[in-house]
C-alpha cells in the first residue's frame, strides 16, 4: 500500500500527537516566556528536542511558541553549546530546511 503525502497541517498535527506521548507532554507553554510546570523555556525545549531534531516552524507549531522567541532562544542554547543547527535539503531549488538538534555529549 502507497502512502499518500501529508500536508502543512497534517505534519502539524501529527507532531502534536507525537508531543504529546513523548516526555515532554507533561509541560505547557503559557506564554510570556513561562513554562507550566515552571522549568526555564531553555529546559522546555531541551526536552522537546530529545525527541529528535526538528525545525523552528515544527517548534513552533507544536509548542505555541512564537517564532521569534523560539529564535533567540535557540540562539542562547546554540552559544552555550547545547543545541546545533545544521541543513538539511532534499530538493534541487529553494531554501534548504534548517534543523535543531542537542548537541552530543
Known sequence: MTQIPLNEQDKKRELRQNLKQSSSAEFEYLGGGIVSPSISLEEYLLKILQDGPM???????????????????????????????????????????????????
Open 55 to 105: 525545525t523552528r516552524g515544527e517548534l513552533s507549531a507544536v509548542t505555541g511558541i512564537p517564532r521569534t522567541t523560539l529564535y533567540d532562544t535557540l540562539v542562547k542554547l546554540i552559544m552555550n553549546d547545547r543545541v546545533e543547527k545544521f541543513s538539511s535539503s532534499k530538493r534541487k531549488r529553494g531554501r534548504p530546511n534548517v534543523y535543531y538538534r542537542l548537541v552530543s555529549s
